[in-house]
């Protein structure tokens, strides 16, 4: 990394805390401009360090990933507004996509970097099953229509992050592989904290979202910095 790169993170990191703490919600355009430029950082900081290292296509799959979570973001944001409650679900399972897309590049940029092991795919059922079942037997969340599409996109969740797990191993816990991991389990904690926000009780909505935003900029800026270390 080199004096751009340091700047460029303590930026991005400085913003995203920014509006974790500062935002009350999602319900504004101030909100959702400030956290356009959050999601839009963390995505520069990958872009920079594929200007670094050459993108190949492994780092050009993750870079991938990280523009099409920049884009969920948006979306995502959008199911908040009062006046789009009508469109709630639709625009859920459309700020999916992306994100099942952005999982998609991230997985296959894995595989590309240090190969795949069975064992990731009993172990994402695992991890699904809890993510699933957490929220649903502990908070009382029912999913309604959605609940076939939730289990799906837990289990893909589960999968990229049982690829990320096998990093340490298949690295040797090198600096890539520990960013990646960490970055992964964040982003599966910050995908089961989400579903409260969504379909949970509204007197709990505020403090599921700092939690969610906290470990979903924490998650992606770890995989964006992973790129330098490739």
């Known amino acids: 990394m080199d004096t751009i790169s340091y700047v460029l993170l303590a930026l991005t990191v400085a913003v ?7 935002s009350k ?12 430029i959050s999601s839009f950082l963390f995505t520069l900081l990958g872009l920079y360090a594929g200007f670094l290292n050459g993108l190949s296509s492994a780092l050009l799959l993750f870079v991938i990933g990280l523009i099409a979570s920049c884009f969920g973001d948006l979306i995502l944001a959008l199911p908040e507004w009062p006046a789009l409650e009508e469109k709630k679900q ?28 069975w064992w990731t795919l009993p172990a994402a059922v695992v991890f699904a099953a809890i993510f699933y079942f957490f929220n649903k037997k502990v908070f009382k969340i029912e999913y309604g229509k959605l609940t076939p599409g939730i ?20 690295r040797a816990l090198d600096t890539y592989s520990i960013l990646v991991a960490v970055g992964f389990f964040l982003f599966y904690i910050s995908d089961v904290v989400l579903m409260q926000i969504y379909f949970g009780e509204k007197e709990s909505t505020c403090k599921a979202y700092h939690y969610n935003l906290s470990f979903y900029y924490a998650a992606q800026i770890m995989l964006a910095t992973s790129l330098y270390f490739i």
């Open 151 to 170: 289990f799906l996109y837990a289990f893909f969740v589960s999968l990229v992050l049982c690829q990320g797990l096998y990093a340490l191993a298949a």
């Open 25 to 36: 919600g999602q319900v504004s355009l101030k909100s959702l401009v400030f956290k356009a």
């Open 90 to 117: 639709s625009l859920i399972v459309f700020g999916g996509f992306f994100f099942a897309a952005a999982h998609t590049a991230y997985y296959i940029g894995m595989i590309a970097i240090f190969a795949w092991s």
């Open 16 to 22: 995203s805390l920014a509006f974790v703490f500062l």
